[in-house]
């Protein structure tokens, strides 16, 4: 079946030591998206990627970055995680940005839980 | 800036009850409007969507959902709930513009359904 797979689904990192999230689609879908989503909070955009092009939401701290090597696979490194990074971080693919279409309906991965000691 | 508002940020009910949980949104344009829903340990999964056409969208598992275009509101709705039921909701808002790519989710309802 098609879907958007995030690796792995847990992660603790150390305060300070460099953590990268991967997240890979089978959809061949054009835009990839990362959020974070704090316990009981709504998910927040962070970025997306509509094929290599990157766009960066105004509020998303430095620490945040992303790459995205070809159609598949999305990466989210976090160069300096502190404690108030801790959150569920999920990625989500859709066909494309178009408005008022079905190529805007975003389908989310089950999520990679970050715990920051 | 857009803006999602959910009204109950917890809602119990028993089986068989009615289910209606109110989203409002901030934004001016054309939006698309989803409501997603959260299974405990599970990934966010799309329960209904609207584009166009037909404000009375249905969806899955006997969701359905009203947009008021004039009342900048999605309303969710179910006539009868069942205990599976029990999730978190979220509402999320996708705006027509240039920015097409930025949703904004409101904070989830989560739905306690009592056996």
């Known amino acids: 079946d098609a879907m958007v797979i995030q690796n792995p689904r847990y992660q603790v990192t150390q305060f300070g030591k460099p953590v990268t999230l991967s997240c890979s689609q089978t959809l061949n879908h054009n835009v990839m998206y990362w959020y974070q989503q704090k316990s009981s909070q709504a998910p927040k955009l962070l970025f997306h990627?509509?094929?290599?092009?990157?766009?960066n939401e105004a509020d998303t701290p430095d620490n945040f970055q992303s790459r995205r090597p070809n159609t598949s696979f999305c990466f989210l490194d976090i160069r300096s995680p502190g404690l108030g990074d801790a959150a569920m971080y999920l990625c989500?693919?859709?066909?494309?940005?178009?408005?008022?279409?079905?190529?805007?309906?975003?389908?989310f991965g089950p999520g990679t839980r970050l715990t920051v000691l | 800036a857009q803006s999602v508002s959910q009204h109950n940020h917890h809602v119990i009910l028993s089986e068989a009850a009615s289910l209606e949980l109110g989203c409002n949104y901030s934004?001016?344009?054309?939006?698309?409007l989803f409501w997603y829903v959260q299974y405990p340990g599970q990934h966010l999964q799309l329960l209904l969507k609207y584009f166009s056409g037909d404000p009375l969208v249905k969806g899955i598992k006997g969701f359905e959902a009203e947009f008021i275009k004039s009342k900048f509101s999605f309303n969710l709705r179910k006539p009868s709930v069942q205990w599976s039921d029990t999730a978190e909701y979220f509402c999320?808002?996708?705006?027509?513009?240039?920015?097409?790519?930025?949703?904004?989710f409101g904070d989830g309802t989560t739905l306690t359904v009592k056996p």
């Open positions: 990627y509509y094929d290599k092009d990157f766009n």
């Open positions: 989500a693919t859709s066909k494309g940005l178009a408005v008022l279409s079905s190529y805007n309906e975003q389908f």
């Open positions: 999320a808002v996708k705006p027509g513009s240039t920015n097409a790519g930025k949703s904004t």
């Open positions: 934004y001016g344009g054309t939006v698309n």
